[in-house]
């Protein structure tokens, strides 16, 4: 059977980043995740909304596509989580003025053990990064 990338599959992934990678970070409010427009630059996104005190994870339509590695799309969901751990868009206290000072984002996906994401990452983005050259 082949897994459709639906936002069901894209919850079973955080699940499975969560409880792997981020078993120290608690979760303290509604966090949801779910597949944006097809936008070619801004890959996700954490959003807190203020009213219901839940967070939006937001990860580009175009990572439906079955050819994007998975691990690609394992580590923009953990890039967005590792802000939540950070206080950004979460409850949680804020760790730095700006999400991504002085690197933190990486520096913290290296040391919880997501090194191979990382990797992944970048041979995708500079074989993507050709196509609009
Ligand atoms: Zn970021």
């Not at 897994?3 to 792997?20: H, K, M």
């Not at 070619?40 to 994870?57: A, E, N, Q, T, V």
């Amino acid at each position: 059977m082949k897994i459709q990338r639906d936002d069901i599959w894209l919850l079973s992934r955080l699940d499975y980043l969560w409880s792997r990678y981020f078993i120290n970070t608690p979760q303290n409010n509604k966090v949801f995740i779910k597949f944006g427009r097809f936008a070619k630059f801004r890959l996700g996104s954490i959003k807190l909304d203020k009213k219901s005190k839940s967070s939006f994870i937001t990860i580009t339509g175009m990572f439906k596509n079955p050819k994007i590695p998975m691990a690609v799309i394992d580590c923009t969901i953990a890039h967005e989580l590792t802000h939540y751990s950070h206080g950004f868009s979460s409850p949680h206290p804020k760790m730095h003025k700006y999400p991504h000072e002085g690197g933190v984002v990486k520096r913290e996906m290296q040391s919880r053990g997501m090194g191979h994401l990382l990797k992944a990452y970048r041979d995708w983005i500079k074989e993507y990064r050709k196509e609009f050259r």
